[in-house]
């Protein structure tokens, strides 16, 4: 059965900084393309960045120069450091996998989700 548990989402004031992880088991880890996506109260869920298995990484506009994403195989961990988060940031962030590419821009096609962790941005 593949789990995969965030960790690290909190309250942080404008300008601060988060790192979320993303444990992940019951499959080869780097075998897994993963991706952070969000969703805010009302809007629908967003890709924020991806990481394929051979390291490769893209990012949503609004994540470019802030937020980094990356992977550790011999951890099984999935992480995004967050820097210069902003009131718009505030969002409940999901870690997602899929053994196929490219499933990240079809959502509801994705295998395997989190529950999610909530970060809070105050101005």
């Known amino acids: 059965q593949v789990q995969l548990v965030e960790s690290g989402g909190g309250s942080v004031q404008a300008g601060g900084s988060l790192t979320l992880s993303c444990a992940a088991s019951?499959?080869?880890?780097?075998?897994?393309?993963l991706a952070w996506f969000r969703q805010a109260a009302g809007w629908k869920r967003e890709r924020v960045a991806t990481i394929d298995r051979d390291g490769g990484t893209r990012y949503a506009g609004s994540a470019e120069g802030r937020f980094t994403i990356s992977r550790d195989n011999a951890e099984n961990t999935l992480s995004l450091q967050m820097y210069s988060l902003q009131p718009e940031d505030t969002a409940v962030y999901y870690c997602?996998?899929?053994?196929?590419?490219?499933?990240?821009?079809?959502?509801?096609?994705?295998?395997?989700w989190g529950q999610g962790t909530q970060v809070t941005v105050s101005s």
């Open positions: 997602a996998a899929d053994l196929r590419r490219d499933m990240f821009f079809f959502p509801d096609q994705v295998s395997y």
């Open positions: 019951g499959i080869p880890f780097s075998s897994l393309n």
